[in-house]
């Protein structure tokens, strides 16, 4: 199946909400929830930000919130700091022991 | 504190073989299935397969790019998970990522934790 689809880059300055959407289709994102989110920054390992579409994993900023809608999924960050610029990643279950990451958004604290 | 630690990575010719390990603490290694991933310099993550739990079946899964050339394992006795790779090709380059795999109702949820990764180098 195709890479799950999301903006390349994302920008906002400190203090701001950004989201990143995550759009894939009716066999992947639209049909569980499970939708999740990593966090890559340069040269470290990927970290868990968001589960089930919306849960975060103890330890994760409540300034990290996930939603879904039909076939896109979203991770917003509010009150951008400088320690969230990173790659984030988005992930669905679909299907048949299947899943499908996203292509990674660049997301950058101006 | 929940870690994995990956080893054995390193500078390997075209055409041989290698093992990485995985070797987990902080968690009950043995309830959770346990999957693989890549990243080539530059690239995004590239998933490369999973060996479930043996509430599951101890089962494996791959991605067509590794099918038949790599193997995945697991001894619950020491918390190691392992990824054989044999027959390496010069694009098999990376840092090679291992990390749990919550599995909710048998299917795949999330991953979660993440090692640190190790770089295996294939080149002549």
């Known amino acids: 199946q195709s890479a799950l689809t999301q903006p ?15 759009t894939g289709t009716s066999s992947d994102v639209g049909s569980y929830n499970l939708v999740s989110w990593y966090q890559q920054h340069p040269g470290k390992a990927p970290k ?9 994993p103890s330890g994760v900023s409540n300034r990290f919130s996930g939603s879904k809608s ?20 988005c992930c669905s279950y679909a299907g048949s022991s299947t899943f499908v990451f996203g292509t990674g958004t660049k997301v950058t604290v101006l | 504190e929940v870690q994995l630690v ?26 959770y299935a346990m999957s693989w991933f890549r990243q080539a310099p ?36 020491k918390s190691i998970a392992y990824l054989q790779m044999n027959s390496l090709k010069t694009e098999d380059t990376a840092v090679y990522y291992c990390t749990g795999l919550t599995m909710v109702q048998g299917v795949i949820g999330w991953f979660d934790p993440w090692g640190q990764g190790t770089l295996v180098t294939v080149s002549s």
């Open chain 1, 70 to 89: 039909g076939n896109t999924a979203s991770l917003t960050i509010s009150g951008l700091q400088a320690e969230d610029e990173a790659d984030y990643y």
């Open chain 1, 8 to 22: 390349a880059s994302v920008s906002g300055s400190p203090g701001q909400s950004i989201t990143i959407s995550c």
């Open chain 2, 42 to 77: 530059g690239k995004g993550l590239e998933w490369v397969g999973f060996i479930r739990s043996k509430a599951y079946g101890g089962t494996t899964e791959y991605a067509a790019s590794v099918k038949g050339r790599f193997t995945i394992s697991r001894d619950d006795s």
């Open chain 1, 48 to 56: 868990l930000m968001i589960y089930e579409v919306s849960k975060r």
């Open chain 2, 6 to 31: 990956e080893s054995g990575g390193g500078l390997v010719q075209p055409g041989r073989s290698l093992r990485l390990s995985c070797t987990a603490s902080g968690f009950t290694f043995g309830d």
